[in-house]
């Protein structure tokens, strides 16, 4: 398993932006997601990538977050704008397994990596 390391959490006025890193150990590529847990609620997935390019976003961050990736520093990106009080929660990055190289979620999540999450606050 790879080793992930989230950061750029923090406390934002709503309407604002944040951009989280999710570090990976080595040089390993995987399709990865980024989830949210809030308080007393599930962890659900708002974005993931390929292990190439392709993207996918949850209703609720459509238009609004941006998941990238820079293979070359084994780094995840979500640029996150236009904050919304409801995006609070804690922020948490996944690797897939290499098996495979697009975002399944189900499989990654209960197989996959998981990062030690970080702590994104939006105030109204």
């Known amino acids: 398993q790879v080793r992930l390391v989230e950061s750029g959490g923090g406390l934002v006025e709503a309407g604002g932006s944040l951009r989280l890193s999710c570090a990976v150990s080595g040089n390993i590529v995987n399709a990865m997601g980024w989830y949210r847990q809030a308080p007393g609620k599930q962890r659900e997935l708002v974005a993931s990538i390929s292990r190439g390019t392709s993207t996918d976003y949850s209703d609720s961050v459509k238009g609004r977050f941006t998941i990238s990736r820079d293979n070359a520093k084994s780094t995840m990106y979500l640029q996150m704008n236009s904050l919304k009080p409801e995006d609070t929660g804690v922020y948490y990055c996944?690797?897939?397994?290499?098996?495979?190289?697009?975002?399944?979620?189900?499989?990654?999540?209960?197989?996959?990596?998981w990062g030690q999450g970080t702590q994104v606050t939006v105030s109204s």
């Open positions: 996944n690797a897939c397994p290499q098996v495979s190289s697009i975002y399944i979620s189900n499989f990654c999540f209960a197989l996959g990596s």
